[in-house]
């Protein structure tokens, strides 16, 4: 079926092996005791908050404004970083039992408790901070830690009984700690490995030697975790292990807008519970840093947003950020494996897990877990491959364990002072993990796409002498991009180029970027159409796919584009503005209703049915096939899509669309719908099946979409606008954090924001859904940046100091 839908020391590998091999690897107990810590540092902040809560951070040093954001992300979101702290120290089994789901949704799944403890334990430990820790420029580690003593700061007042309407859920609770840098570079260490092992948390935490001849086979909390049987697909690998993870962005350049000035959409689609979503924040340290927008909670710096003379966005890549090996074991010892006619031993790790029982008393776990040279074994048997036998293992090799670098890119997009300065700190850095990166300048009539990311080093030239015969060339079937190679031959390990930053991943001239005066854009697919008049190819197939059918969000995204600067979307002029851009993106137009919904009426409603199905007709015939709130018959023509890829995955050689996809058409097809009477029959079971449903679920046929959907926020009914990406919108459900950012001359920055989310997930708080009432009703918040804007909209005012 066609797609609806700088380098200092030890080499990084070298870094990850010590940090994996310490002194037999027996790994325990909890914190993050560190003998080298400085004393106690002094630091001070301002912390004014506008409207929705956003707190705008001024101090003199880094520290202060670590310091600064530590305390007000806290005032938010305390009892969700409590949690997440826990979890990253691998302590959840200990406070919360090993079974529960570790957590409600996030970039690491939801796995049971102990399997996560054991996931971070192996790969988030000590060691591993400290090998971290070396490579961090002193400027952000004053900046982390600032962040854990304001942090820290407010839980000991909360301890103290300070705030008592506050953190019903955690004030009292014995996991609510304080916390020390170390901590929060477990949290950036865990962000980083996102699109990479934490996809793989039980498979990592079951991987196992084959047991010898009769061993018992009860099953105790000691023994890994059976994983659950699933498909290998590429959606398996998506962040988070779940579909909708991703972003729109679309920047202009000088030669599409109204103004001859550039202009940046930047629209994350993200989590909207849980530790993974953004904050929004603004911090400054006059002469040094200057920077709003968003950072993903934990994280001290901003992730994505602006100063006075950048903006910029990101979007999920399709790159891997990983690869599989295949080992050869030694006949006889299956923790042994031959590389190039060498024995090589797997590192055990025995790691102890304290366990809190239904008794509530503690016992103590132990399990014991390998690693290779590559990085952690890995058990595949629950996606139908092979598992962990005498003769062969798998293991996996994941580029941002080795990168030390990204939260360093980060912080140097915060405080870069021009288009080509941020541009550098891409290509001389080359650490962002697992983002494709727009953006634009004052006074710069270009704008960026860039995927110069962290990738391994992986051409297709390796590929027919180092894929495993048969399996790899299924798993690359199954999973575009991904090898899994022979690890056997030293042949087969990851290349450097002569300009990599880190050894064994790409170097920035062989990752694509795009600098245009028109517009780039992307919405998940590769970098391939970043703008469609000036396709970007000939890169490894690694990195992503070219020639291929694009969703039907990013066919949205560039088509919402095109007819602007054509002006043929029923807007004035045919250039891009800060006014449009805000009402385009979020007009909610439905790209698969746009393509098919004449054609499947005709089929469905010819003749006349009766009852609800003619009442369905009637009232899709009547939709304007957008899912504002006020539409009637979104929901209908939902139910039905859904319904429709349902039975068309059912039979994936079936070709729904009469225009096969042209690559070189590739926004406008495929298109039309199949004559073939399968497909015609599909869609008239799916039309009768979705009608079906919603009568039985108790939904009326012609209900205002703002009567049936609503956002995900616990405890409030706020009905929501848009909908799912596999169904065409643009307009997501996920809508996170957005911006729309533009530099008039002459005049500071102007941005235009929302967090969708809102600021705190703390019931008893103000802004526990201000900002998501605002989203509700469409209402683009005008972001006060400058002295006077701030003082103008003043809410709240604080000093906090130690």
């Known amino acids: 079926m066609q797609q609806l839908f700088q380098r200092r020391g030890l080499s990084q590998l070298s870094l990850l092996a010590l940090a994996l091999t310490l002194s037999a690897c027996k790994i325990g107990g909890g914190g993050s005791d560190n003998d080298d810590a400085p004393a106690q540092a002094s630091y001070k902040a301002t912390i004014e908050r506008t409207s929705f809560g956003i707190p705008h951070i001024t101090a003199d040093t880094m520290g202060g404004a670590g310091y600064g954001h530590g305390y007000a992300i806290a005032e938010d979101n305390l009892c969700v970083l409590a949690d997440a702290f826990v979890t990253f120290n691998g302590e959840r089994s200990r406070y919360f039992g090993p079974e529960a789901s570790a957590a409600v949704m996030g970039t690491f799944g939801s796995p049971p408790n102990l399997e996560a403890d054991f996931f971070f334990r192996l790969l988030n430990n000590q060691d591993a901070v400290d090998a971290f820790k070396e490579d961090q420029p002193a400027d952000l580690m004053e900046l982390t830690r600032g962040f854990a003593a304001g942090y820290s700061r407010y839980v000991e007042e909360i301890k103290d009984g300070e705030h008592p309407d506050r953190h019903a859920d955690c004030r009292n609770a014995e996991w609510l700690q304080t916390i020390d840098e170390d901590d929060v570079l477990r949290r950036l260490i865990a962000l980083n490995l996102a699109a990479s092992s934490a996809n793989w948390v039980t498979e990592i935490t079951s991987a196992q030697p084959p047991a010898p001849a009769g061993a018992a086979a009860a099953r105790t909390l000691s023994a890994p975790l059976a994983t659950d049987n699933d498909e290998l697909t590429t959606d398996r690998f998506a962040v988070g292990r779940e579909e909708g993870i991703g972003s729109n962005t679309l920047a202009f350049g000088a030669d599409s807008t109204e103004d001859g000035r550039s202009l940046l959409f930047a629209n994350p689609h993200w989590y909207l519970l849980g ?5 929004q924040l603004h911090m400054t340290v006059p002469g040094e840093l200057d920077i709003s927008g968003a950072s ?29 090996y295949q080992l050869q074991l030694k006949s006889g010892d299956p923790t042994t494996y031959i590389k190039d006619d060498e024995e090589k031993s797997l590192t055990p790790h025995e790691i102890t897990v304290q366990v809190k029982g239904e008794d509530t008393n503690l016992s103590e776990v132990t399990r014991t877990l390998y690693t290779s040279e590559y990085g952690p074994m890995i058990n595949l048997s629950g996606l139908g491959l092979p598992g962990w036998s005498s003769a062969a293992a798998y293991t996996l090799r994941d580029a941002n364990l080795e990168n030390t670098r990204a939260f360093q890119n980060f912080f140097a997009f915060d405080k870069a002072d021009s288009l080509e300065d941020f541009y550098t700190s891409i290509k001389e850095l080359v650490g962002i993990p697992w983002v494709n990166t727009t953006a634009i300048g004052r006074d710069d009539g270009r704008a960026l796409y860039s995927d110069i990311t962290v990738v391994p080093n992986v051409p297709d030239s ?57 517009y780039v854009a992307n919405m998940n697919d590769s970098y391939w159409l970043s703008n469609p008049e000036q396709p970007l190819t000939g890169y490894d197939g690694i990195i992503g796919r070219e020639d291929y059918a694009q969703s039907l969000r990013t066919r949205m995204g560039h088509t919402l584009a095109r007819e602007r600067l054509h002006g043929t979307d029923g807007l004035n002029g045919f250039q891009a503005s800060s006014e449009n851009i805000r009402d385009i993106t979020l007009n909610s137009r439905n790209y698969s209703a746009e393509l098919l919904k004449t054609e499947v009426l005709a089929e469905v409603c010819n003749p006349a049915p009766v009852g609800a199905e003619l009442q369905a007709c009637q009232v899709l015939t009547a939709w304007d096939n957008t899912g504002n709130l006020d539409a009637v018959g979104a929901h209908v023509w939902t139910a039905f899509w859904e319904a429709l890829l349902a039975k068309l995955e059912e039979q994936p050689a079936l070709n729904p669309y009469a225009v096969a996809f042209d690559a070189a058409d590739p926004i406008n097809t495929p298109r039309g719908l199949s004559n073939d009477a399968t497909v015609r029959n599909l869609v008239q079971d799916a039309f009768s099946e979705a009608v079906a449903q919603l009568q039985n679920d ?46 008039p001359e002459g005049e500071p920055v102007r941005a235009y924001t929302f967090l969708t989310h809102s600021q705190s997930s703390d019931p008893a708080s103000p802004n526990y859904s201000d900002y998501t009432k605002a989203y509700s009703q469409k209402q683009w918040h005008p972001f006060p940046f400058t002295r006077e804007q701030i003082e103008a909209d003043l809410v709240s005012e604080i000093e906090i100091s130690q």
């Open 275 to 279: 530790v993974d979503r953004f904050y």
């Open 296 to 324: 993903i909670m934990g994280a001290p710096m901003v992730l994505m947003g602006f100063n006075d003379n950048v903006a910029w966005a990101h979007t999920v890549s399709t790159a891997r950020r990983f690869t599989l």
């Open 462 to 518: 390796m590929l027919a002498g180092c894929l495993v015969p048969g399996l790899g060339q299924a798993v690359l079937g199954l999973v575009p991009g991904l090898p899994l190679l022979d690890g056997s031959r030293a042949a087969c390990d990851w290349k450097t180029d002569t300009d990599s930053v880190q050894p064994g991943a790409f170097g920035p001239t062989n990752l694509p970027s795009l600098l245009s005066t028109d």
């Open 698 to 743: 108790g939904i009326a046929l012609d209900a205002r979409l703002e009567e049936v959907q609503f956002y995900l926020k616990p405890g409030e009914q706020i009905s929501q606008f848009g909908g799912e990406g596999y169904e065409g919108y643009f307009t997501v459900l996920r809508n996170s954090y957005m911006h729309v950012v533009d530099f």
